[in-house]
């Protein structure tokens, strides 16, 4: 196949390079759903994402979907008709679920900053105190801005001021990524995909759900709206892989999981401190670069940017389309914008996972050169 | 990895055996989900997936999921809350394709045979008589019982009788390995996964909807009660791909894509005639072998038999786990039941997609070997 002889790099925000080893288990043979050699796969990769998530009793799911599909299961299996929750929208990604909590009833309540800001803590703060959520969502990384929100503390707000209220990160673009402890810092439910910093093809849909979240979802009064997303069908399957025996909802996405198995020994075989070192580290290293080259960031500072990708305006005189053709003429793929209000106005580069953590991969330093080639072969001159 | 060292063949209804390009386009490294290098492949896809279904305008959908997700995308976005539907039912899928129905409003009626058997025509006929139908479904084959409908003779009943009602098919265990023709037979939509027939692994819900099951769609007066399954988010993504133009909804799982592209051009190369006509002759071979060996069918007559699987009761004195056990020190996995009212007491064996249509890797002799060894080495003597 041509796409595997020219490989160009995959430097977006997701799907990022996958390692070898997960890409030889995207290709283990017919294997059944619930055979013994699948079975214990799937149910030890269920307890190594509680260690990515630093959580003892959360719950992993794993489902055959997109990230989105983390949206729905939030919103049908949580939220009930007429209950109120509050969204912190820090770009494309709080429209999105803003508007997914909307089609399952929600009345939804929006703190919407700047782009490239993030709501202050006063802001929500003030937000919490209009009414009683039954929960509140953040997007931890926001993919189309790169804008990294203060989980820590915003939980830590939620807990002081609104305690009943539920917790929900979607951290599709920071788990594996952004520092991110589930029991610590009292989170019910965190959302993610399986294509960004987990190093996993994308197919999966992953979610860790909190003892007070699932007591939430027992307790509701009305029917839940959805039958895939629904975890009546769900928390039964997680139960039964993890006590290694099969049970049938849904086929579950095989090869998939054989790879999400191999990557999540991998990250789990380096404490995550490290990990989370590695990526600020590269974070930093990537972000120098760009500000030596007078670009200007869509994050309006350092502190409110994310460490797994960077966002950063087109210099003047710069098209969209050259820079990214440019780049990609390299053998370096970097992706364009993607908020509806400046999609032709920024770039974005993804750095999360192998190419972070494997430096002899020299993925970083190839993006790096790339990219300063690429802006002086199109006669920018810096600043 | 063991798996791959020690590899049994996966002769279960699904996942079925792969061939070995699908399995190399599974591990095609990392691509953007909208790189030159993608797009037309989904695009072809797209393209393929009206050849497989034989229909000119039906509009495919390839979404992230597994087959269950296909009743959701039929139930969310067809019906609007109150109106009747009718399931045909012929096993656990009917029962479920019922069960998410209803979760999106539906009054289900349900035409329900004995296991084994099938609603009839007239039976099939009182039932529309008594309603005005928004929807009728059909499980083409229900992989739990092994049992085939005459889609054709349905879709005419229902078009003489009741012109209005859109007709349903769940062709999850159908499509690839028995005829079915969306155009000529007028089917509004049928609905399929990637890992039986289709020769692909596990991860893709498939769909083909008709131009007038989109009208009914955008016809609708009450709100979608989904997010991710709802069409208004999917239709667009498909037509710009096809168009060769990436677009954003949910990242699709490129990998399964790549995967699908391959099965698709090696489904296609070949008239979809002879393809059928592999799957009569394998299936009446394997047939053949337990009606020599006095064993019983599920299905209760050759007629009313899928051409891809084969639903078989245990004979007396022999134990669910000693057959499976058996078959599998032989190097092959078969499938134990799955029909709540029956489980421990049959099992069933698929036969599809290259095991059927390939016949030099000998799958099907060495099937009909392990299981007749199997039985004799544990005291079954036959009829």
């Known amino acids: 196949m041509s796409?595997?002889?020219?490989?160009?790099?995959?430097?977006?925000?997701?799907?990022?390079?996958?390692?070898?080893?997960?890409?030889?288990?995207?290709?283990?043979?017919?294997?059944?759903?619930?055979?013994?050699?699948?079975?214990?796969?799937?149910?030890?990769?269920?307890?190594?994402?509680?260690?990515?998530?630093?959580?003892?009793?959360?719950?992993?799911?794993?489902?055959?979907?997109?990230?989105?599909?983390?949206?729905?299961?939030?919103?049908?299996?949580?939220?009930?008709?007429?209950?109120?929750?509050?969204?912190?929208?820090?770009?494309?990604?709080?429209?999105?679920?803003?508007?997914?909590?909307?089609?399952?009833g929600a009345k939804v309540t929006e703190v919407k900053s700047e782009i490239g800001d993030r709501p202050t803590l006063q802001e929500i703060s003030d937000a919490l105190s209009t009414k009683s959520f039954?929960?509140?969502?953040?997007?931890?990384?926001?993919?189309?801005?790169?804008?990294?929100?203060?989980?820590k503390a915003i939980s830590e707000l939620v807990k002081k001021q609104s305690p009943n209220t539920l917790i929900i990160v979607d951290g599709v673009c920071s788990v594996g990524s952004e520092e991110i402890r589930v029991d610590e810092w009292n989170l019910d439910v965190v959302l993610t995909a399986s294509q960004k910093a987990l190093g996993v093809p994308p197919g999966l849909s992953i979610l860790i759900v909190s003892e007070r979240a699932i007591q939430t979802f027992k307790d509701r009064k009305s029917p839940i709206p959805s039958y895939y997303a629904?975890?009546?069908?769900?928390?039964?399957?997680?139960?039964?892989?993890?006590?290694?025996?099969?049970?049938?909802?849904?086929?579950?996405?095989?090869?998939?999981?054989?790879?999400?198995?191999?990557?999540?020994?991998q990250i789990t075989s380096t404490p995550l401190e490290t990990r989370f070192e590695?990526?600020?580290?590269v974070s930093d290293q990537i972000k120098s670069v760009v500000e030596s080259l007078g670009l200007q960031f869509v994050p309006k500072s350092r502190e409110v940017a994310a460490n797994?990708?960077?966002?950063?305006?087109?210099?003047?005189?710069?098209?969209?389309?050259?820079?990214?053709?440019?780049?990609?003429?390299?053998?370096?793929?970097?992706?364009?914008?993607?908020?509806?209000?400046?999609?032709?106005?920024?770039?974005?580069?993804?750095?999360?996972?192998?190419?972070?953590?494997?430096?002899?991969?020299?993925?970083?330093?190839?993006?790096?050169?790339?990219?300063t080639t690429s802006l002086k072969e199109l006669g920018y001159s810096g600043n």
């Open 308 to 371: 797994g990708m960077t966002a950063v305006y087109y210099p003047e005189g710069i098209q969209p389309a050259d820079l990214l053709q440019k780049v990609a003429s390299h053998n370096v793929v970097i992706a364009g914008g993607l908020h509806r209000a400046i999609a032709t106005k920024y770039f974005r580069i993804g750095h999360m996972g192998i190419s972070v953590t494997e430096p002899e991969r020299k993925h970083i330093d190839n993006t790096i050169t790339a990219l």
């Open 134 to 151: 039954k929960l509140i969502t953040i997007t931890h990384v926001d993919t189309s801005t790169g804008v990294l929100s203060d989980v």
């Open 3 to 104: 796409s595997q002889q020219n490989h160009k790099l995959c430097m977006i925000p997701g799907p990022v390079e996958f390692h070898e080893d997960v890409l030889t288990s995207m290709s283990t043979k017919a294997t059944s759903h619930v055979s013994p050699s699948f079975i214990p796969v799937f149910g030890e990769s269920i307890e190594l994402l509680r260690k990515v998530f630093v959580t003892e009793q959360g719950q992993p799911i794993v489902v055959s979907g997109s990230g989105t599909l983390g949206w729905d299961m939030v919103a049908s299996n949580l939220i009930e008709p007429g209950e109120d929750a509050l969204v912190l929208n820090s770009g494309y990604f709080g429209d999105s679920f803003a508007a997914c909590l909307k089609v399952y």
């Open 278 to 281: 590695q990526h600020k580290k």
């Open 230 to 265: 629904s975890w009546a069908h769900w928390l039964p399957i997680m139960n039964a892989y993890e006590s290694r025996k099969g049970m049938y909802f849904a086929t579950p996405p095989v090869q998939l999981i054989y790879a999400l198995n191999t990557s999540l020994k």
